[in-house]
T-cell receptor, first 115, second 115 residues
């Protein structure tokens, strides 16, 4: 185990639903990340939080809304998603955001299916 | 923009043999980090090995070693004495050593271990 947990592991939702993904890290890290992993595509960085402050929003549609209440928890709130949003959503954390401290450790992911 | 290329979508190796996964990247920077991540079927992305570009010595971690050719912008991963547990997707990643720089991933190589 890498110390990063994600819930739920699987999620099926309709396009009108609202759901949230949760990530928790037990590594004492200060930075957390959301990635989207689609088949046959490189991982796409979505959001970065450092010390609870959002430092990157990689042109993500507003139907994805992140929340970072503290350095250990990260949420991704989902609403009115599209079928093309179906993917594996990975959370990661790192000690810092520069130098070797930005080595990232990943959670197991949430497999999302939007119907 | 930096790009990472993994030209082998799939590879297979006999158990106990050695296999090399290739990765090339494109950058104009001189100070950066390179990573290999492993994603087994359970989906948890695990850091396998990392290399600082300013270090000439190739990184090694037990059965895993890299061949870092900075001038050629090549970063291959060698797995010695392959084991069944090595079966996974392997992702090469690059990050410039500058605050808040994001990881750029390749598309991955699926490694199959033949018993």
């Amino acid at each position: 185990e890498t110390g990063v947990t994600q819930t739920p592991r699987h999620l099926v939702m309709g396009m009108t639903n609202k759901k949230s993904l949760k990530c928790e890290q037990h590594l004492g890290h200060n930075a957390m990340y959301w990635y989207k992993q689609s088949a046959k595509k490189p991982l796409e960085l979505m959001f970065v939080y450092n010390f609870k402050e959002q430092t990157e929003n990689n042109s993500v549609p507003s139907r994805f809304s992140p929340e970072c209440p503290n350095s250990s928890h990260l949420f991704l709130h989902l609403h009115t998603l599209q079928p093309e949003d179906s993917a594996l959503y990975l959370c990661a954390s790192s000690k810092g955001t520069s130098g070797i401290e930005e080595t990232q450790y990943f959670g197991p992911g949430t497999r999302l299916l939007v119907l | 923009a930096q790009t990472v290329t993994q030209s082998q979508p799939e590879m297979s190796v006999q158990e106990a043999e050695t296999v090399t996964l290739s990765c090339t990247y494109d950058t104009s920077e001189s100070d950066y980090y390179l990573f290999w991540y492993k994603q087994p079927p359970s989906r948890q992305m695990i850091l396998v090995i990392r290399q600082e570009a300013y270090k000439q010595q190739n990184a090694t971690e037990n059965r895993f070693s890299v061949n870092f050719q900075k001038a050629a912008k090549s970063f291959s991963l060698k797995i010695s004495d392959s084991q069944l547990g090595d079966a996974a997707m392997y992702f090469c990643a690059y990050r410039r050593n500058f605050g808040n720089e994001k990881l750029t991933f390749g598309t991955g190589t699926r490694l199959t271990i033949i018993p």
